[in-house]
């Protein structure tokens, strides 16, 4: 307990896309107690100069964010390059890994993007842009953010 409020003991899950992330994610947001995101925004890059310092903003967030919840946590396959820092910033910190055969990932994206509409989402792009500047925060320790993009091209 912190300032009077539950300080909620976090989940991460983690996997490629395609492997089930959103799923789980539901799953675990239909237990009692449990406040589960999906891909939280922003997307943490997949390499960074100071992940331990980009991770330890990322959970005290989540947190934060969740004050009161008994757990609480995101699950997205950014966190995976993250983990180290993460467990040994969080000794009650839990990682459920999902793993799914690649040939099913493959083809379950192949479905996904021929029948998907809206905006196209660049995971690997360098820079902030639009509405997602006032999300950085702390984030951007590292230099840059990973973001979806906002257009399609």
Known sequence: MKNGQFVPRLILGVGTGRCGTLSLSRLLNRQPGLRVTHERQP????????????????????????????????????????????????????????RRPKHEVVASYRRWISCRSGPDVNHWAASI?????????????CGHLVIPSTTRS
Not at 59 to 83: E, K, M, T, W
Not at 129 to 141: L, P, S
Request: glycine share 6%.
């Open 43 to 98: 997307y943490l890059p997949w390499k960074c100069e100071s992940p331990r310092d980009l991770i330890a903003a990322r959970l005290n967030a989540l947190r934060a964010d969740n004050a009161g919840s008994a757990i609480a946590g995101d699950v997205a396959f950014y966190y995976l390059n993250y983990l180290p820092d993460a467990l040994e910033l969080d000794d009650r910190l839990r990682v459920v890994c999902l």
């Open 129 to 141: 842009i639009g509405r997602h500047r006032k999300m950085a925060g702390a984030m951007t320790q």
